[in-house]
């Protein structure tokens, strides 16, 4: 697929914000952790009828506590579900939508990052809970550390990942946090860049080897965009 870093901060946040809107890697360098790998749980039975409806449909998205609760689709490009529903309608509130970098398919070939796409609505008279619009409420503490779990149903497993970062991020400055691959010194600056935004109390790190989990919407400045990152857990 064709790199879209670029096209994300020239159009995605042109046309995506304009409708609304420590975890450092292993301090040892060189040092690998072994992983257990995450006890298998059948994904969520709602993915085959959504993918009935719509074949781009590639995941199932639930975060217990809020309202976040659907399918997740996939294109070619991430334009074309800016504006469509999870039937590829046109609908100007949009859905929810990965990466078109990401790899879905299975659990086993899970991105290192898996990036997932979702509007928010913040201009006056607009429903704020539509789309990811109920992410604002992990900038409180309190609520972050209720509710910290999020499961993202593929193919063949439902996968547990645990919130470990939320904050602000800058539109144009901050690209390397929207690679769904990065090398390990980007995975670096990605990680060092989750530190600096983190608004949560709570420090973890992140192994070379983990799977992350990254939630992209936008808030009412154009400049930025809210980002929360989580960690795949094993079960």
């Given at each position: 697929?064709?790199?879209?870093h670029?096209?994300?901060?020239a159009?995605?946040?042109?046309?995506?914000?304009?409708?609304?809107i420590a975890?450092?890697?292993?301090?040892?360098?060189?040092?690998?952790?072994?992983?257990?790998?995450p006890?298998?749980?059948?994904?969520d039975?709602?993915?085959?009828?959504a993918q009935?409806?719509?074949?781009?449909?590639?995941?199932?998205?639930?975060?217990?506590?809020?309202?976040i609760d659907?399918?997740?689709?996939?294109?070619?490009?991430?334009?074309?579900?800016?504006?469509?529903?999870?039937?590829g309608?046109s609908d100007?509130?949009?859905?929810?939508?990965?990466?078109?970098?990401?790899?879905?398919?299975?659990?086993?070939t899970?991105?290192?990052?898996t990036i997932?796409?979702g509007?928010?609505?913040?201009?006056?008279g607009q429903?704020p809970d539509?789309?990811?619009?109920?992410?604002?409420?992990y900038?409180?503490?309190?609520?972050?550390k209720?509710?910290?779990?999020?499961?993202?149903?593929?193919?063949?497993?439902?996968?547990?990942f645990s919130?470990?970062?939320?904050?602000?991020?800058?539109?144009?400055?901050?690209?390397?946090?929207?690679l769904?691959d990065?090398?390990?010194?980007?995975l670096?600056?990605?990680?060092?860049?989750?530190?600096?935004?983190?608004?949560?109390?709570?420090?973890?790190?992140?192994?070379?080897?983990?799977?992350?989990?990254?939630?992209s919407?936008?808030?009412?400045?154009?400049?930025q965009?809210?980002?929360?990152?989580?960690?795949?857990v094993?079960?």
């Open positions: 697929m064709k790199k879209f670029l096209v994300f901060a159009v995605a946040v042109a046309l995506f914000c304009a409708a609304a975890f450092p890697l292993s301090s040892s360098q060189g040092t690998f952790h072994q992983v257990t790998a006890k298998k749980t059948s994904p039975h709602r993915l085959t009828s009935a409806n719509n074949p781009d449909t590639v995941a199932w998205i639930t975060i217990p506590g809020t309202n659907g399918p997740v689709q996939q294109a070619d490009d991430n334009e074309y579900y800016l504006r469509r529903n999870a039937l309608e100007y509130e949009g859905c929810l939508y990965a990466d078109f970098e990401c790899e879905l398919s299975t659990a086993e899970l991105s290192t990052n997932i796409y509007h928010s609505f913040t201009a006056s429903d539509i789309g990811f619009g109920q992410l604002r409420f900038l409180e503490d309190d609520f972050a209720k509710h910290p779990d999020i499961f993202l149903s593929v193919s063949d497993q439902k996968l547990h919130i470990v970062s939320v904050g602000l991020a800058d539109t144009a400055e901050d690209q390397v946090c929207i769904t990065p090398t390990s010194s980007q670096q600056a990605l990680t060092e860049k989750a530190i600096a935004r983190n608004q949560l109390t709570s420090s973890f790190s992140i192994k070379s080897s983990d799977k992350l989990l990254t939630l919407t936008c808030t009412d400045n154009s400049n965009r809210l980002l929360l990152v989580a960690t795949l094993s079960d």
